[in-house]
Structure formats: C-alpha cells, structure tokens
C-alpha cells in the first residue's frame, strides 16, 4: 500500500471554475500535510501546509483535512490558466523526518 | 538571494561512473534532503539531513552516500552508477521551525548509458 495516493488524473477545469484535488494517506498518526506545486520541468515549491483537521485558507487556495478519514484535499477557486502544473501531496511521518510524496495529479485550467 | 543551487544541471554518465552532485543553500536551514524523481512519479527520499555532521537515510538510499560538513552544503555522491539512478534529482532545504523542505533547488537531470 502506498504512503499517500492521489489521482494522477489529468483534470481538467474551465478558467474560473474551481478545482479540487484530493489525496489519501495511510498512516493513521501522520501529523504534517503539504501541497506543492509542480511546473513542468520544474522543481516543486510549496504552496499550502495543514496540521489540524478542517480548512486553512491562504488566497484562492484551501487546504482541507480530515484525519478520521484520512484525506486531504486542496481547493483552488477561480483557478487561471497559470495554476495549470502538477500537484503533489506530502505528509510527513510521525516518526522522524521522511515526507512520503503521492505522485501528483495534473491539473489543466483551460481559458 | 541564491536559495539553493544544484550543479550540474544536465549529465551524461556511463554505467559503472562515479560522481557528485552539488548542492549547497544560502539559508542557514538545519535540514536538506536529496530527493529523485522518476517520470510520472512522485519523490523519492533518497537521504536527509539535520544539520551538520548529521544525516539519515531516507526511502531509496542504495547506491548512494552524502555528508555534511558544513550548514550551507550537502553533496551527493553516485558510486558505481547504473542506468536506475537515471533521474531527476532535487536538493531541498529547510528551517528547524518548520521541518519540511520548503525551497528546493532547480534539479539535476542525470542519465546513466
């Protein structure tokens, strides 16, 4: 079973239209979340983190969690043809240091 | 403000190479990490480190070795190289407040033939 799972898609949403991303993790006690996002032929840059259940808002972006369900997801509202990149989730073990990363799920804003 | 910088950008190895890949941050992060891509997949933690004179081994550390001798720098050392190793290959850097990787590097792309 993987670490974290998240739909490779791709996904496709209209300009202004709201996307939403979501991804699953399997250890239960995992306390850190990330979402990054990732250009093609880029590097990743963080863009969202989340450590308690519920929703975090930071611009047009929302981090949601839910640790019973073991799910988190990312929202973006009012999504530009700039959002269009390759979205990775992180959690970050308990136990030490080590980020299990799902492997993405790309994301196309088509004007 | 460099962030972090990796080199080189681009290389070419021959099955059985050795070599080392630079990274070095300007930050004054405690932790860095060397993470490969593969096409179409997510990172891999390959080693990780706290701080100075201290690392670990992170998801696929075979093939492998690193060390920190200073803050700023963490190399990343291919022995033997095979044509698994062929991938995309990203330093990362962070503060001791946040623990995660929050400035990553721009990548090495290597291919061994």
């Known amino acids: 079973q993987k670490e974290v799972e998240q739909n490779s898609g791709p996904l496709s949403v209209p300009e202004g239209a709201i996307a939403s991303l979501n991804c699953t993790y399997s250890d239960r006690v995992s306390q850190s979340f990330f979402w990054y996002r990732q250009y093609s032929g880029k590097s990743p840059e963080l863009i969202m983190s989340?450590?308690?259940?519920g929703d975090k808002e930071d611009g047009r972006f929302t981090a949601q969690l839910n640790k019973a369900s073991q799910y988190v997801s990312l929202l973006i509202r009012d999504s530009q043809p700039s959002d269009s990149a390759t979205y990775l989730c992180a959690v970050k073990s308990y136990t030490g240091n080590q980020f299990y990363f799902g492997t993405g799920t790309s994301l196309t804003v088509i004007p | 403000n460099a962030g972090v910088t990796q080199t080189p950008k681009f290389r070419i190895l021959k099955i059985g190479q050795s070599m080392t890949l630079q990274c070095a941050q300007d930050?004054?992060?405690?932790?860095m990490y060397w993470y490969r891509q593969d096409p179409g997949m997510g990172l891999k933690l390959i080693y990780y480190s706290v701080g100075a004179g201290i690392t670990d081994k992170g998801e696929v550390p075979n093939g492998y070795n690193v060390s920190r001798s200073t803050t700023e720098d963490f190399p990343l050392r291919l022995e033997l190289a095979a044509p698994s190793q062929t991938s995309v290959y990203f330093c990362?850097?962070?503060?001791?407040?946040?623990?995660?990787?929050?400035?990553f590097g721009d990548g090495t792309r290597l291919s061994i033939l």
């Open positions: 989340i450590y308690s259940n």
């Open positions: 930050m004054n992060h405690n932790y």
């Open positions: 990362a850097s962070g503060d001791s407040y946040s623990n995660q990787p929050q400035h």
